[in-house]
T-cell receptor
Framework: SQQGEEDPQALSIQEGENATMNCSYKTSINNLQWYRQNSGRGLVHLILIRSNEREKHSGRLRVTLDTSKKSSSLLITASRAADTASYFCATALYGNKLVFGAGTILRVKS | NAGVTQTPKFQVLKTGQSMTLQCAQDMNHNSMYWYRQDPGMGLRLIYYSASEGTTDKGEVPNGYNVSRLNKREFSLRLESAAPSQTSVYFC??????????FGNGTRLTVT
């Protein structure tokens, strides 16, 4: 069973626009992480937000966490063609055993 | 600075054949993981090793065995491959509660 569910499944935008992806999960978590996967490659960690944090920034990335709604969002501002990838949220229930969602496929058109 | 290295990159097996997927990390991490990725399913944890000498089952362990050979290496074995094991397999490593570092995957097809 999957803990995290991303929404939308796929997103297509123009270069320069913002991209927002959402993640919902089912049980209490220790932290929530976002990863990016370029085609044919392994996942790369983007950002980690702990359960006692509400918002975190890293460059053009902004992540929010609402533990009362069991949801998180990833905002990529001023998107670039190089941001084209699949994005996954992953929740850490305990220790470092991560449970991944099915991912959002982002396509940025130039 | 290799990070996590997986071999082979591609493999085709016939039903019933066996093989071992190799994984090595050079970051001195204690924890290592094996995930499989199927279309529309995200990544699912097969086995993990919290430290050298320990292994534990994840969400989908049936049909697989693992060996934590030493701190660097964590192998995944398919004793009798089945078409349902056609997937992309990822190895990852981490230290304590830090983010995971992934290899580039092994693409396995079982016919």
């Amino acid at each position: 069973s999957q803990q995290g569910e991303e929404d939308p499944q796929a997103l297509s935008i123009q270069e320069g626009e913002n991209a927002t992806m959402n993640c919902s999960y089912k049980t209490s978590i220790n932290n929530l992480q976002w990863y990016r996967q370029n085609s044919g490659r392994g996942l790369v960690h983007l950002i980690l937000i702990r359960s006692n944090e509400r918002e975190k920034h890293s460059g053009r990335l902004r992540v929010t966490l609402d533990t009362s709604k069991k949801s998180s969002s990833l905002l990529i501002t001023a998107s670039r063609a190089a941001d084209t990838a699949s994005y996954f949220c992953a929740t850490a229930l305990y220790g470092n055993k991560l449970v991944f969602g099915a991912g959002t496929i982002l396509r940025v058109k130039s | 600075n290799a990070g996590v290295t997986q071999t082979p990159k591609f493999q085709v097996l016939k039903t019933g054949q066996s093989m071992t997927l190799q994984c090595a990390q050079d970051m001195n991490h204690n924890s290592m993981y094996w995930y499989r990725q199927d279309p529309g399913m995200g990544l699912r944890l097969i086995y993990y090793s919290a430290s050298e000498g320990t292994t534990d089952k994840g969400e989908v362990p049936n049909g697989y065995n693992v060996s934590r050979l030493n701190k660097r290496e964590f192998s995944l074995r398919l004793e009798s491959a089945a078409p349902s094991q056609t997937s992309v397999y990822f190895c990852a490593s981490s230290e304590a509660s830090t983010p995971l570092h992934f290899g580039n995957g092994t693409r396995l097809t079982v016919t």
